[in-house]
């Protein structure tokens, strides 16, 4: 087996895992998928943030179900102590619905998205082109999510003093992931009045409102 392979100290490919992945999730088994996601990530196989793009998800070359993985994933573990922009989904064709479906009825609570629009002009007018293979969830509306899905204690937003981004050691490899600009620091700072560094629940509630989203003590 895969992990089997590994315990050896032989690596395991890109596509070993992605039918390992697969395998467990059509089982239903998702935990197991997520940790088999987890390893491959390890050992450097699956990078999933596209380095050319701030905040954007890049899965176009992944299998569905691993797609799903690498949403969870980022959501679980990389996404909470910034958020510097709406969040990009970009699919291949045969992985949109799966991610849909996951966003729309597999999270709870569900993740609002939309898909991206295109607009062209030209002699005869303009024009409007759906790209159901690019999925944005809004920054306010991922940032509630978080709130509503989370303990505080598990995503307080915090912004490191350091331009490099406090995560456990198997994220610090990939480059990819996104920094905090000064821009969003700045704006960090105006809503943490004590200079704490980090959003206390009053804090964040402040964040949330001037954000327009109203939510009481108990989400916060």
């Not at 992990?3 to 059509?26: L, M, P, V, W």
């Not at 005869?124 to 509306?141: N, T, Y």
Request: proline share 6%; net charge negative; charged share 25%.
């Amino acid at each position: 087996t895969l992990r089997a392979t590994r315990a050896e100290g032989r690596r395991c490919d890109r596509a070993s895992y992605t039918q390992a992945i697969r395998a467990a999730g059509n089982s239903g088994q998702t935990d197991e998928a997520m940790s088999l996601y987890a390893l491959a990530i390890d050992d450097g196989i699956f990078c999933h943030w596209r380095s050319d793009e701030p905040f954007t998800l890049n899965l176009d070359r992944f299998a569905p179900q691993t797609a799903a993985c690498a949403v969870r994933y980022a959501l679980k573990y990389e996404i909470g102590n910034f958020l510097q922009c709406d969040l990009r989904i970009t699919t291949s064709q045969r992985s949109t619905h799966t991610i849909e479906r996951l966003l729309s009825d597999e999270l709870e609570p569900p993740l609002p998205f939309q898909h991206e629009i295109h607009t062209s002009f030209d002699e005869c007018g303009c024009a409007q082109l759906i790209d159901s293979s690019c999925l944005i969830v809004p920054i306010q509306a991922l940032f509630k999510w978080l709130a509503l899905s989370k303990p505080y204690e598990a995503y307080m937003i915090n912004i490191p003093l350091s331009m490099e981004l406090e995560q456990p050691p198997r994220f610090r490899e990939h480059p990819s992931m996104p920094r905090v600009s000064e821009e969003v620091r700045q704006a960090f700072a105006r809503f943490d009045r004590d200079s704490s560094g980090r959003l206390d629940p009053a804090e964040l509630k402040n964040a949330l409102s001037q954000l327009g989203m109203a939510v009481s003590d108990d989400e916060t």
